[in-house]
């Protein structure tokens, strides 16, 4: 009864250093998610997948990559990266309502990422 | 940014008391989502109100939608310490990346016993 699997939980670059933040739904869903929060913000859409062997930019893309390398696991790559990407960052999952729209929404505990 | 906004930004009240938290948002939705964030975790559904609807309860939640203002509302009744933590409204549109869900900032709620 896992939901949304996110790794790791804390990670501390320097600028300039690459990284993947992994994540991992059991529940079925086709659309994946990447989220960043930042104090004040609220959430911003970064990359979305609405089914496997899709990706898409999101809000703010810029500096990051995306993988769905299945149905279960959505990656979110920083190739360089840097202080302004220090943040939380949340992997998301859901299922589609009848109307194409989006249903509930179901989270990771978040992975918090500093870039010194 | 099409983000949404909620009001108030924080809100503290004593534990067995109300809590109303609005939502105002920008764009035409299919349905509005309330999520809830304890500190340090990621956030939990609450509830989904569709665009043809008007109230919904779930516990001791209500919603209200008023797509004429482009508004909503939680309720949380007799509120507990446990209910401590931000929420956030989404709005959710119709198909494809206007399905995607555009998150408000939050409101901080601090429940006192």
């Known amino acids: 009864n896992a939901g949304v699997t996110q790794t790791p939980k804390f990670q501390v670059l320097k600028t300039g250093q690459s990284m993947t933040l992994q994540c991992a739904q059991d529940?079925?869903?086709?659309?994946m998610y990447w989220y960043r929060q930042d104090p004040g913000m609220g959430l911003r859409l970064i990359y979305y997948?609405?089914?496997?062997?899709?990706?898409d930019k999101g809000e703010v893309p810029n500096g990051y990559n995306v993988s769905r390398l299945n149905k279960r696991e959505f990656s979110l790559r920083l190739e360089s990266a840097a202080p302004s990407q220090t943040s939380v960052y949340f992997c998301?999952?859901?299922?589609?309502?009848?109307?194409?729209?989006?249903?509930?929404?179901?989270f990771g505990d978040g992975t918090r990422l500093s870039i010194l | 940014s099409q983000q949404g906004e909620e009001d108030p930004q924080a809100l503290s009240i004593q534990e067995g008391e109300n809590a109303t938290m609005n939502c105002s948002y920008k764009?035409?939705?299919?349905?509005l989502q309330w999520y809830r964030q304890n500190s340090g975790r990621g956030l939990v559904h609450l509830i989904l109100?569709?665009?043809?609807?008007r109230e919904k309860h779930s516990g001791r939640l209500r919603v209200t939608l008023d797509t004429s203002k482009k508004s909503s509302s939680l309720l949380i009744t007799a509120s507990r310490a446990a209910d401590t933590a931000s929420y956030f409204c989404?709005?959710?549109?119709?198909?494809?990346?206007?399905?995607?869900?555009?998150f408000g900032k939050g409101t901080k709620l601090s429940v006192k016993p």
């Open positions: 109100i569709r665009s043809n609807e």
């Open positions: 529940m079925n869903h086709n659309s």
């Open positions: 989404a709005e959710g549109g119709y198909g494809g990346s206007q399905g995607n869900l555009i």
């Open positions: 998301a999952s859901s299922a589609l309502t009848g109307a194409g729209s989006q249903g509930a929404q179901h």
């Open positions: 764009t035409s939705i299919n349905n």
């Open positions: 997948s609405a089914s496997e062997g899709t990706t």
